[in-house]
């Protein structure tokens, strides 16, 4: 009897943890498009250079996205990771079909 009672204890105490991690909300990132497309705006209407870079390596069969990540501000780049549907529908509409 008293074997018994010291397993419950622990295995008690284990389900009370799970229980309590598996009921705390996971909190996911949010997308907060505004300054994304304000960083691939300037790539693509004030920086001819980058803009040049970007449609030339696009045309070849570099990925837009990943291309868009080695020309924004590097503040820029995990916002763009996260957003990556928003980008990805945005690019499409300023005439760049997703990667495929």
Known sequence: MLVSDVFRLPLAALLVAVLTISAT????????????KQAIDNVFDQDAA??????????????PIAMMERLVPE????MLDICRYQVDQYLAKRGFAPFH
């Open 50 to 63: 980058k803009f040049a870079i970007f449609k030339k390596e696009v045309s070849e069969g570099a990925d």
């Open 25 to 36: 909300p996971v909190q996911a990132a949010t997308c907060d498009f505004a300054p994304v």
């Open 75 to 78: 503040d820029t780049r995990k």
